[in-house]
């Protein structure tokens, strides 16, 4: 699994082997059955991840209602990192949507890391800024784009989306109503 994330964090930054080793010494893997949670709302997110495997969701319950926000697909970052930077409570859940296992750092290691190799501190900005433009846009497409630009977006850069992921979530993801998207569908097929 570690090989995963290796490869992962090599678009990002070069480290040696021992830089590497260093920093896999502090990395967990841990394995969650679908429906089980990497976060609750109200819950301290205390980890970043790297999904080895699986598929993830995020979501804001509302009124008894998941309002899907996200999700996290293989080879994704996941985490609340707000919660994680600011040591606030998370607002929405995470939920493993099939069997899927995330390798893991705790966040006094990943501090302690920025000390013993500043590689770490570069490699993280680099990843939170992409995170940061990848969210960006998608606030953006809510104000510039419509449902069916949205969801042509969905699929060009997930083609596998609807095999994997319930298509009630796919349309609360979009902003839409489960009919407008099997609407949407049929026009795009």
């Known amino acids: 699994m570690k090989k995963n994330i290796k490869n992962a964090l090599s678009e990002y930054i070069n480290l040696t082997e021992t830089e590497w080793l260093v920093l896999s010494n502090s990395l967990v893997t841990k394995h969650y059955k679908k429906g089980e949670y990497f976060l609750r709302e109200n819950e301290f997110c205390n980890y970043v991840g790297f999904v080895d495997k699986g598929l993830f969701n995020f979501f804001y319950l509302i009124d008894g209602v998941e309002h899907i926000r996200g999700f996290f697909f293989l080879n994704n970052f996941i985490s609340n990192y707000p919660c994680f930077l600011l040591g606030n409570k998370s607002k929405f859940y995470v939920k493993a949507l099939e069997n899927s296992s995330i390798t893991l750092i705790h966040k006094k290691d990943l501090f302690l890391l920025y000390k013993q190799l500043p590689k770490i ?27 069916e630009e949205r969801y042509v977006e969905l699929i060009n850069s997930e083609p596998n989306i609807f095999k994997i992921v319930p298509q009630y979530m796919i349309a609360s993801y979009l902003g839409i109503t489960p009919e407008g998207l099997s609407r949407i569908k049929k026009r795009n097929s």
């Open 121 to 147: 501190q570069e490699l993280s900005r680099s990843i939170v800024e992409n995170l940061y433009i990848e969210i960006s846009e998608k606030y953006e497409s809510f104000f510039l784009k419509t449902a």
